[in-house]
Nanobody
């Protein structure tokens, strides 16, 4: 019943913008501590942004000031990527229930398939 579907990735030039979507079903983001991870390659899987059910957000220093999190009324959370850099190239995953499911599981597709972002200089 619980499902997360990431979308919105693609190719983008350095300095550009993208909006990644995380569409949830079977739950409400109003009741969740959620986050965005990215996997650049190998075993690396970094938590880069979180949003708690009260709207509180946190961002890793590597994306702070460039990325934001928002949500709509259709139970979709967005990662708004601005001033994109080549080092942002990665597969991006969203997750709920942070603290229970490990980062390695998230970046292995526990919640969703992820969406690829490829940045050119």
């Amino acid at each position: 019943e619980v499902q997360l579907v990431e979308s919105g990735g693609g190719s983008v030039q350095s300095g550009g913008s993208l909006r990644l979507s995380c569409a949830g079903s079977g739950f409400s983001f109003d009741d969740q501590y959620m986050g965005w991870y990215r996997k650049a390659g190998g075993d690396e899987c970094d938590l880069i942004a979180t949003r708690n059910h009260d709207g509180t957000t946190w961002f890793h220093n590597s994306v702070m000031g460039r990325f934001t999190i928002s949500r709509d009324n259709d139970n979709t959370v967005y990662l708004n990527m601005n001033k994109i850099k080549p080092e942002d190239t990665a597969v991006y995953y969203c997750a709920i229930d942070l603290g229970r499911v490990s980062w390695s599981r998230v970046c292995s597709g526990y919640w969703g398939q992820g969406t690829q972002v490829t940045v050119s200089s």
